[in-house]
């Protein structure tokens, strides 16, 4: 499976790295160059951006420390929901507030961002969704 991973600081890098030990094929961005550097010393492809990061991803995996961030990023100026592709897998394991996942499912019914957001244990979720046993949150663009 081709994975996008963003966020490798102490949680994000070595669970990227052992999506990569087991056959899949992981393209990791992080704004820290140390964080970069380590995951591509392991054999992970390193993104430019985060927009570089999701292009032909099947999946793609968030890290990040706070709700801002996660905000920032899918929301932001950069708009990387509108940049990642339908029927992609989303799934955010970073420590935030419900709150931010509904802004992230509300921003789906604007027109410059036409998919489909489902929260796990929020919204009915589609069987093949599973909550992330860290209490992350799974999404299918459609």
Do not use: Y
Request: hydrophobic residues 45%; positive net charge; contains cysteine.
């Amino acid at each position: 499976m081709q994975i996008a991973f963003i966020g490798l600081g102490n949680m994000g890098g070595p669970m990227a790295i052992n999506l990569h030990k087991a056959g899949h094929s992981v393209k990791a961005f992080d704004l820290s160059q140390d964080a970069l550097a380590k995951v591509k010393a392991e054999g992970l492809q390193v993104a430019a951006s985060a927009q570089d990061a999701v292009q032909g991803a099947e999946a793609v995996i968030t890290m990040l420390p706070a709700s801002q961030h996660v905000e920032g990023l899918f929301l932001g100026n950069g708009n990387l929901l509108a940049s990642i592709a339908k029927g992609t897998l989303v799934i955010d394991s970073s420590t935030i507030a419900a709150a931010t996942s509904q802004k992230c499912a509300v921003s789906q019914a604007q027109p410059q961002c036409p998919r489909h957001w489902r929260t796990a244990g929020r919204i009915p979720v589609a069987a093949e969704q599973r909550r992330p046993a860290d209490g992350g949150h799974a999404a299918r663009h459609r």
